[in-house]
């Protein structure tokens, strides 16, 4: 009985061996977990903590590393909406920050994605760094760059060594950058160059929008194509339609020559652009200037457009021709290989060229037949001549002054001495010209002449005459009168010269205008005077006024009357004065004539009055400007900046 109790006991010792084996075991891991050091508490998880979604291996060294738990293949990480992969990564729970190796890639649902070498994130203030090939893409961009900075609170990456981002249009680089991919917008400074498939831009800030594909530039910027170039130091800038608003005197140059302004709309694609403030339009192929207010010009057509103080220089002949009026244009238009050009100045018409001056309501400069026409009571002077007519037409052979005729109530005075001054009146008036002088006059209907009877070897004055006839020719020689026809039944007295008064002296509705007279190139415009005869200082409008103005509908409105003006061209310039019947259809067709050239009637519309907006309602400015105004608060105050043209008034006005 003993024995088996023995045998018994001996059989179950494997297995009370076995399981004080286990309990050893167990014991020895309970003891080594008291006193060995514990890896960072697992604290609550919330929206501020990053959370370790995966990883192939953990490992953990609390000797040599405590609270780095090495993270090694198939990294994820996550916070709040971010997820951030990568090959390896050193996790600090307890400080919520990692630092990330390898392969890394952050996104943020479909918005945004984020590649690099190397990650720096900091969970407490949601700054990530990403160093070494960085790439962060948006739906509608890509940033590339080798150090970037992301700011989670403000959603906007920084890069300061250099980045660049392209889009399907444009690539945009700089030293330094910022991106803001949920808005699309991007702020570049230091060496900002936008390249786009037709120009490239050039400045020191940029403000950009990856969508709209506008950008506000600042500072001194050049914008360089093929077509010409743009040289601004504010403006904003449509790139996908091609369109600008330049401010702060910007200058277009194109391959016909440069425009001026203090504001310009500039259409590159189409190749037009208005000016808004001290305009001025340098044509180096025609050789002329045109400076205003507002000024207009299409290069494709050759038209320019200026109002408002607006003057002319031209230069393309050895004898400079200057003209001052309220308005000018340049209308241009090619009749096979032949290019036809129609000048106009509207009212107040004020020319100056070293042969001839003059002063009209209105004019215009025909190249078909090398014209020039003064309208609503002109005076023309050229040397000691001076003609007057309703209407004066001015023929010139190679720039130099052939003939000129006055219709009707034509008027001729020459000075002959002091005071004295032999006239001729008529219904029209034929005055040739030899040599830039006077040597013919031919006068038709109702003619009337004064003229003094002189002693040639004492220059003496003897006698005036007063005559009357149907029809009149004079010849001049040597600034002499030396030969008068008159034809049909003639009338007149011989006055001797100590019965002349003054009243027997001057034909009726005539008198010498020397006061009127333009005499200098500077003397185009005259300065307005108040009650006591004071000089009223030059002040140009407000820009906000120029806004009434539209190049475009003048230029539509030109073209039409120059065709009108072609089919009206008569070739051979007149050899006589013009009849009566030849009068009337003259006044009948400058009656015809558009508002511009003649003084407005009453029931004409108001060319001024159309709005930029009625003309462009499909233009982008209206974009261009929210976009602007949206961007441009650093250091302007929009609040009374035009939305049509994008200018602020002028600080300082001009004074003559």
């Known amino acids: 009985m003993g024995k088996n109790k023995c045998s018994s006991w001996f059989a179950l010792l494997p297995k009370l061996f076995h399981r004080g084996a286990i309990f050893l075991c167990l014991s020895l891991i309970f003891f080594s977990l008291i006193f060995a050091t514990p890896p960072p508490p697992q604290r609550e998880r919330g929206d501020r903590r990053i959370s370790l979604d995966y990883s192939d291996i953990l490992e953990y060294d ?63 203030s949601k700054i990530a760094q990403l160093r070494n090939t960085v790439e962060l893409r948006n739906s509608t961009a890509v940033l590339y760059t080798d150090s970037l900075d992301y700011d989670r609170n403000l959603d906007v990456g920084y890069y300061f060594e250099t980045g660049t981002i392209v889009d399907s249009l444009n690539t945009l680089t700089s030293i330094y950058g910022e991106y803001t991919p949920q808005l699309n917008e991007a702020i570049f400074k230091n060496m900002v160059e936008l390249v786009h498939p037709d120009f490239t831009l050039n400045t020191d800030y940029l403000r950009y929008n990856t969508k709209s594909k506008i950008a506000y530039f600042r500072g001194p910027t050049t914008i360089q194509s093929d077509s010409g170039s743009v040289e601004s130091t504010r403006g904003v800038y449509d790139t996908e339609k091609d369109v600008s608003i330049l401010l702060d005197r910007s200058v277009v140059y194109q391959k016909r020559g440069t425009i001026t302004g203090d504001s310009l709309l500039y259409d590159r694609k189409n190749k037009f652009a208005e000016s808004f403030g001290s305009m001025i339009l340098s044509d180096t192929i025609n050789k002329a200037i045109l400076k205003g207010e507002y000024g207009y010009y299409d290069e494709n057509k050759e038209y320019a457009f200026t109002t408002q103080r607006a003057s002319l220089i031209d230069y393309s002949r050895p004898d400079t021709l200057y003209m001052g009026a309220d308005t000018l244009e340049n209308i241009q238009i090619k009749k096979g290989k032949e290019s036809i050009r129609l000048s106009r100045a509207y009212h107040h018409v004020r020319l100056f060229r070293k042969d001839i001056q003059a002063i009209a309501d209105s004019a215009r400069y025909f190249t078909l037949d090398s014209t020039l026409v003064l309208y609503q009571n002109p005076i023309l002077w050229q040397e000691q001549s001076q003609v007057q007519g309703d209407t004066v037409k001015i023929y010139f052979i190679a720039d130099t002054i052939d003939r000129s005729i006055a219709y009707p109530n034509a ?142 509908y003048a230029a539509k409105f030109a073209y039409e009357t120059l065709e009108k003006e072609i089919t009206l061209y008569t070739p051979d310039p007149p050899t006589e004065p013009i009849s009566e019947e030849d009068t009337s259809v003259t006044s009948f067709l400058s009656s015809q004539l558009p508002q511009y050239i003649r003084r407005p009637a009453e029931d004409d519309l108001p060319w001024q009055s159309f709005s930029y907006e009625q003309l462009f309602k499909n233009n982008p400015l209206s974009t261009l400007w929210d976009s602007f105004s949206s961007t441009a608060t650093e250091s302007q105050d929009n609040s009374d900046i035009l939305p049509s043209i994008g200018t602020p008034p002028r600080k300082q006005e001009k004074s003559e």
């Open 411 to 552: 008027k001729v005075m020459r000075e002959v001495g002091e005071n004295k001054y032999e006239q001729v009146k008529g219904d029209s008036l034929l005055t040739f010209f030899a040599d830039s002088t006077v040597r013919e006059i031919r006068v038709h209907g109702n003619a009337e002449m004064i003229y003094y009877a002189q002693q040639e070897a004492l220059k003496r004055f003897y006698a005036l005459g007063h005559i009357k006839s149907p029809q009149i020719i004079s010849y001049i020689e040597g600034d002499t009168l030396r030969k008068t026809h008159w034809q049909g039944a003639v009338e007149g007295k011989i006055y001797p010269i100590e019965q002349v008064t003054d009243d027997i002296a001057l034909l009726p509705g005539l008198s010498w205008k020397s006061n009127l007279r333009p005499q200098s190139p500077n003397d185009i415009f005259r300065a307005k005077r108040d009650s006591l005869g004071a000089i009223i200082p030059y002040s140009p409008q407000n820009l906000s006024d120029l806004n009434r103005f539209s190049g475009a």
């Open 62 to 124: 609390a000797a040599n590393a405590p609270g780095i738990q090495k993270l090694i293949g198939n990294v994820q990480l996550s916070h709040q909406n971010w997820i951030m992969r990568c090959d390896s990564a050193y996790f600090k729970e307890e400080e919520n920050q990692f630092e990330a190796f390898g392969a890394i890639r952050i996104t943020e649902g479909d918005s945004i994605s984020i590649t690099g070498k190397y990650l720096f994130y900091d969970g407490n």
